[in-house]
């Protein structure tokens, strides 16, 4: 499967400020996905990244909070905007081959 | 509105034992089921996969179950060793949207 990696790996953030998140696979790749993890809760999915197009965001996320880049079919950053401590989670980039979804190794923010 | 379930958040198992982590669905539309494991503070890790048409796939130590009529899907690990102990998320698919259970927290026992 590929690989995806994703920076930073961990960080902690201060209140109202704003982390960019990037994901690098070693292949091309249609179909990309960012989840979220909030403590001791299930992988929820934020958005797809579309390539070239703005992203497809899920019920309960929005743009302005989320912001997606998708510029090639390589690579994707998420930004979480303007953080509170509710926004401590793992983000998680994922891709999909055939009909399997893979993912990165996690990024996990903490917000004080 | 809870479309995939893991009723037990834990599971402990001696080593050597089988584990048998349980998922349950509501979307008779999903056609692709899978599983995952979990370290803390690491992505989730592919185990297997199953499709619609097949009621059981196994992979080495690794079997999933499938029962469409109960919406119903397992993942047995046979047998069982500490290294396995982490936690199990079932993830069920249809046209390339995946909803992920709530997980099971496995705990094998040397």
């Known amino acids: 499967s590929a690989v995806i990696s994703q920076k930073p790996s961990r960080d902690i953030c201060q209140r109202g400020t704003s982390l960019t998140i990037q994901c690098q696979v070693d292949s091309q790749v249609t179909m990309m996905f960012w989840y979220r993890q909030q403590p001791g809760q299930s992988l929820t999915l934020i958005a797809t990244a579309n390539q070239g197009s703005e992203a497809t965001y899920e019920s309960g996320f929005v743009i302005d909070k989320f912001p997606i880049s998708r510029p090639n079919l390589t690579f994707s950053t998420l930004t979480v905007s303007n953080m509170s401590p509710e926004d401590s989670s793992i983000y998680l980039c994922s891709v999909v081959e055939g009909r399997g979804l893979f993912f990165g190794e996690g990024s996990r923010l903490t917000v004080l | 509105d809870q479309q995939v379930k893991q009723n037990s958040p834990s599971l402990s198992v001696q080593e050597g034992r089988i584990s048998i982590l349980n998922c349950d669905y509501t979307?008779?539309?999903?056609?692709?089921f899978l599983w995952y494991k979990k370290y803390p503070a690491e992505g989730p890790t592919f185990l297997i996969s199953i499709s619609s048409i097949k009621d059981k796939n196994e992979d080495g130590r690794f079997t999933v179950f499938l029962n469409k009529s109960a919406k119903h899907l397992s993942l047995h690990i046979v047998p069982s060793q500490p290294g396995d102990s982490a936690v199990y998320f079932c993830a069920a698919s249809v046209a390339y949207k995946y909803i992920f259970g709530t997980g099971t927290r496995l705990k094998v026992l040397a």
């Open positions: 979307n008779s539309m999903f056609d692709y």
